[in-house]
């Protein structure tokens, strides 16, 4: 019973929250995430997005920057003035290479951004690598 | 032919020295040559009492006025007559013709300074304001009317003379530019220049004032239009080209050979349209003056073993043997690696594009004292001198041919060389047709003060309109051994690390963490007082400690730290740096 439980932590899925308005690129990404084993679940703007964070404290959020009703940044800003706010690492989707927009997300706390068109197998490493580096955080800090 | 004496008739007056030998029937033409080649100092008439002119030597000529003593003073009395009048009517006609222009030419600069949409201010050596035109005033939110002491007391306000001044301090400095925001909420644009004298003096200050708020208000619309084009370009590749990739890894379920030979077409041309918008944004931001770039330490000697080590396959397939020579231990350069790679990846698939089989490219990389010089060498085609000139220029590609193949959008040399400038260093090359090309580019050396100044300066800039406070606080690290190479990377780690951290440490967006060497780091804390400074230092002392002690324990080297806050601990900007080197202090371990 007690390794049965501790499996289950073990196997315990990672959380991605995608949130994006273009549902053609929420619908690829979820498909290949969820076919890598994530447990994903989307937002089609910042608002929504904040919401679905609230309930589901993802692991990790893919955040477009440029979406109608509350943008990638203002929804960053929020998030991260939340108790629990810190804690999701945080990917910028971006359209525009801008370094204001880099910069502005910068301050708030990203852990990396991904320029599109993007292949999607370098977006899975970064997120491999970001998970790699959340494990050593939690040992560190433990 | 003319003789002499016709000549002299036209010459009322002429005396001095000269000697010329003639005789009643010596030519005029020959006379002037004789004068002619002795140099012609001066040539003596006298004009006796008989109305016959002679001409004599210099012998003939004194000893004919030693004689003559009335008749020189009477030369004497006419000359002085004929000078006299000739200089009142000079004077007479100066007056006459010059005065009203004079008047006029004032008229119409105090026109000018009217009406220009420039403002206009002049300040004298002490800064004191002696004319300010209405533009001046209007840009500074005054009436048209508003006396000088008023227009004095507005600068003084903005914290304009206080900063002419300061940013005046590095010696020999003639001319400067900042801008400001008015009361009016126009964005001013405000260029200093000292005013001296043709002999040097000093006569005081002129400053020019524009109004940059439509400018400014163009160059982003420019910039969002860019950005928007971008977007809308991007996004629907995006969604193609994640579904191809997505159909490739099995998301569908198994797919056969043909499908897949299509499916990786369709992935290799949205690569390929992905590169031409990219191309598209670069050449875009560099015309525009904002590519941005962000600049690190970086070695280019493992970016170049890097970069070659990706093209070993491409060069191989092409029978192209491909080397790299790299000097151990080149100073680092301070650039943008994704965009530094950019350069090197073009310059490196060129050359294995124009260079035929059995051919060799060769990469290498050295020290030129002031700078760093990285070179692609090949030996193809070549270029011609003519087309040397071209190659820089958009859409250009040497020998352009009809056919499949990726082709490029023509846009990359005149990207890198707009990239390199942007780093502050020079792309060329040396090449002949028939005998291969040399690419260079060069890169300054990394100056821990000057990039340090820079930051200085950005934060500075964002805050000129008020009063602040800013506290720099250094973080190096001090080693037993000063060349140990695992020691260095260590060292290096640690402040990857402290830079991945430093998010947690900023509260304002004008706080900079930077690199400043291999092993040395810079926080540019802005707007703090001493106490919010302590407790920032503390955090940073916090992290770094327990970093270093989970692991690198045992391994002898001590973190170091100094600071130093600005206006209190430097009273320039200048002495900020010096400061905050003197208090390094080692890190306690706690």
């Known amino acids: 019973m007690f390794d049965f439980f501790g499996l289950k932590k073990k196997t315990q899925k990672t959380k991605i929250l995608v949130v994006d308005d273009e549902p053609n690129i929420v619908q690829t990404l979820k498909d290949r995430l969820e076919m890598n084993d994530f447990q994903v679940t989307t937002a089609h703007n910042g608002s929504d997005g904040l919401k679905v964070a609230a309930e589901e404290k993802p692991d990790v959020i893919l955040l477009d920057v440029i979406m109608p009703v509350m943008n990638g940044l203002e929804m960053l800003e929020l998030l991260r003035k939340q108790p629990w706010?810190?804690?999701?690492?945080?990917?910028?989707?971006?359209?525009?290479?801008?370094?204001?927009?880099?910069?502005?997300?910068?301050?708030?706390?990203?852990?990396?951004?991904?320029?599109?068109?993007?292949d999607l197998s370098e977006l899975l490493e970064k997120i491999e690598a970001i998970l790699e580096q959340r494990k050593t955080l939690t040992k560190a800090s433990v | 032919?003319?003789?002499?004496?016709?000549?002299?008739?036209?010459?009322?007056?002429?005396?001095?020295?000269?000697?010329?030998?003639?005789?009643?029937?010596?030519?005029v033409q020959e006379v002037f040559h004789q004068m002619v080649s002795q140099g012609a100092e001066t040539v003596g008439v006298r004009t006796d009492e008989s109305d016959q002119p002679i001409l004599l030597n210099r012998d003939q000529l004194l000893r004919a006025l030693a004689d003559d003593v009335e008749g020189l003073q009477e030369m004497l009395n006419r000359i002085q007559k004929e000078v006299t009048e000739s200089a009142d009517e000079r004077i007479n006609l100066l007056q006459q013709t010059t005065a009203p222009v004079v008047v006029a030419t004032a008229q119409k600069f105090e026109q000018a300074l009217k009406v220009m949409m420039e403002g206009l201010i002049i300040l004298d050596t002490r800064g004191r304001i002696e004319l300010a035109n209405p533009a001046a005033r209007e840009m500074l939110g005054l009436e048209k009317q508003a006396d000088l002491e008023t227009v004095g007391q507005i600068l003084d306000q903005l914290g304009f003379r206080a900063l002419m001044t300061f940013s005046g301090q590095s010696a020999g400095q003639t001319n400067g530019q900042f801008r400001i925001k008015s009361g009016s909420a126009s964005l001013l644009d405000v260029r200093w220049s000292v005013?001296?004298?043709?002999?040097?003096?000093?006569?005081?200050?002129?400053?020019?004032?524009?109004?940059?708020?439509?400018?400014?208000?163009?160059?982003?619309?420019?910039?969002?239009?860019?950005?928007?084009?971008?977007?809308?370009?991007?996004?629907?590749?995006?969604?193609?080209?994640?579904?191809?990739?997505?159909?490739?890894?099995?998301?569908?379920g198994k797919i056969n050979d043909k499908t897949r030979q299509y499916l990786e077409m369709m992935d290799n041309d949205c690569h390929r349209?992905?590169?031409?918008?990219?191309?598209?944004?670069?050449?875009?931001?560099?015309?525009?003056?904002?590519?941005?770039?962000?600049?690190?330490?970086?070695?280019?000697?493992?970016?170049?073993?890097?970069?070659?080590?990706?093209?070993?396959?491409?060069?191989?397939?092409?029978?192209?043997?491909?080397?790299?020579?790299?000097?151990?231990?080149?100073?680092?350069?301070?650039?943008?690696?994704?965009?530094?790679?950019?350069?090197?990846?073009?310059?490196?698939r060129n050359a294995i594009q124009y260079t035929p089989v059995g051919g060799a490219v060769t990469i290498s990389v050295h020290d030129r004292g002031s700078d760093i010089v990285t070179e692609v060498a090949d030996t193809g085609v070549g270029i011609s001198l003519e087309l040397?000139?071209?190659?820089?220029?958009?859409?250009?590609?040497?020998?352009?041919?009809?056919?499949?193949?990726?082709?490029?959008?023509?846009?990359?040399?005149?990207?890198?060389?707009?990239?390199?400038?942007?780093?502050?260093?020079?792309l060329w090359l040396e090449s002949q047709s028939e005998h291969g090309s040399r690419f260079f580019f060069s890169l300054p050396k990394?100056?821990?003060?000057?990039?340090?100044?820079?930051?200085i300066d950005i934060v500075i800039a964002a805050n000129q309109q008020r009063h602040f406070r800013m506290g720099i606080l250094l973080v190096t690290f001090e080693m037993s051994e000063k060349s140990d190479v695992p020691l260095r990377q260590a060292a290096g780690k640690i402040i990857a690390e402290l830079l991945t951290q430093s998010r947690f440490f900023m509260a304002s967006d004008m706080d900079i963490a930077l690199q400043t060497g291999d092993n040395e780091?810079?926080?540019?804390?802005?707007?703090?007082?001493?106490?919010?400074?302590?407790?920032?230092?503390?955090?940073?002392?916090?992290?770094?400690?327990?970093?270093?002690?989970?692991?690198?324990?045992?391994?002898?080297?001590?973190?170091?730290?100094?600071?130093?806050?600005?206006?209190?601990?430097?009273?320039?900007?200048?002495g900020l740096e010096t400061a905050a080197r003197k208090g390094l202090a080692p890190l306690l371990a706690g």
Not at chain 1, 101 to 113: E, M, P, T, V
Request: charged share 20%; aromatic share 6%; net charge negative.
């Open chain 2, 388 to 426: 040397q000139k071209q190659i820089f220029t958009k859409f250009y590609q040497v020998a352009r041919q009809a056919g499949p193949g990726s082709k490029g959008s023509g846009l990359g040399l005149a990207i890198c060389k707009g990239i390199i400038a942007v780093h502050g260093g020079t």
């Open chain 1, 85 to 118: 706010g810190m804690d999701p690492s945080v990917i910028m989707l971006t359209a525009r290479s801008q370094t204001q927009d880099i910069a502005r997300a910068n301050i708030c706390g990203i852990d990396d951004y991904i320029v599109k068109p993007f």
């Open chain 2, 1 to 27: 032919m003319a003789r002499i004496a016709e000549i002299i008739k036209d010459i009322p007056v002429v005396y001095g020295q000269c000697d010329v030998v003639v005789d009643s029937e010596t030519s």
């Open chain 2, 195 to 252: 005013l001296n004298s043709d002999w040097g003096q000093m006569l005081g200050w002129v400053l020019t004032i524009r109004n940059i708020t439509n400018e400014v208000a163009a160059e982003a619309t420019k910039s969002e239009f860019i950005a928007a084009i971008s977007h809308e370009l991007r996004t629907p590749l995006t969604g193609i080209q994640n579904s191809v990739s997505n159909i490739m890894a099995g998301v569908t």
């Open chain 2, 273 to 348: 349209f992905a590169d031409l918008i990219n191309d598209l944004l670069d050449i875009a931001k560099l015309e525009a003056g904002n590519m941005p770039i962000t600049q690190k330490v970086m070695s280019m000697g493992s970016l170049v073993q890097n970069v070659s080590q990706e093209f070993e396959e491409t060069a191989k397939s092409a029978g192209i043997t491909l080397t790299c020579e790299v000097e151990t231990d080149v100073c680092p350069v301070y650039a943008d690696v994704k965009r530094i790679r950019q350069v090197l990846t073009n310059l490196l």
């Open chain 2, 446 to 455: 990394i100056d821990v003060s000057r990039i340090l100044q820079r930051h």
């Open chain 2, 521 to 574: 780091m810079v926080f540019i804390i802005n707007d703090c007082g001493r106490q919010t400074f302590e407790s920032v230092r503390h955090k940073i002392e916090m992290n770094l400690l327990n970093f270093v002690k989970k692991h690198f324990i045992g391994i002898p080297i001590v973190p170091m730290l100094g600071m130093s806050l600005w206006p209190q601990d430097g009273a320039d900007k200048n």
